[in-house]
């Protein structure tokens, strides 16, 4: 199983911008894609952002497309998700993921989950 670190969560006032960082771990690398969740008391686990390794196609959910922007290094087995006009609805736990299949807006295809990292929003 993969293993993922993730980096990068903290306190920010709204408007504000944090760069959040998952590497994945193990002797090989097995994920199709990888990308973020986020998870607010009481909700869901919601889908963010999901990156492809095939051919680096990107996708983002509605709610953060223009605001959040998912990228990689794949020589690290490294995504980063740079957040930028932070609001208070952002403030959740976002866990990075490293998928086992190719529908990327669900969880069921999320092969290993990293701890999760808080990012919390506030003025």
């Known amino acids: 199983q993969v293993q993922l670190e993730e980096s990068g969560g903290g306190l920010v006032q709204p408007g504000g911008s944090l760069r959040l960082s998952c590497t994945a771990s193990?002797?090989?690398?097995?994920?199709?894609?990888m990308g973020w969740f986020r998870q607010a008391p009481g909700k869901e686990r919601d889908f963010v952002a999901a990156?492809?390794?095939?051919?680096?196609?990107?996708y983002h959910a509605d709610s953060v497309k223009g605001r959040f922007t998912i990228s990689r290094d794949s020589a690290k087995r490294t995504v980063y998700l740079q957040m930028s006009s932070l609001q208070p609805e952002d403030t959740a736990v976002y866990y990075c993921?490293?998928?086992?299949?190719?529908?990327?807006?669900?969880?069921?295809?999320?092969?290993?989950w990293g701890q999760g990292t808080q990012v919390t929003v506030s003025s």
């Open positions: 993921a490293c998928y086992s299949g190719s529908y990327y807006y669900v969880t069921d295809y999320v092969g290993s």
């Open positions: 193990g002797r090989t690398f097995t994920c199709s894609a």
């Open positions: 990156m492809t390794w095939y051919d680096g196609t990107k």
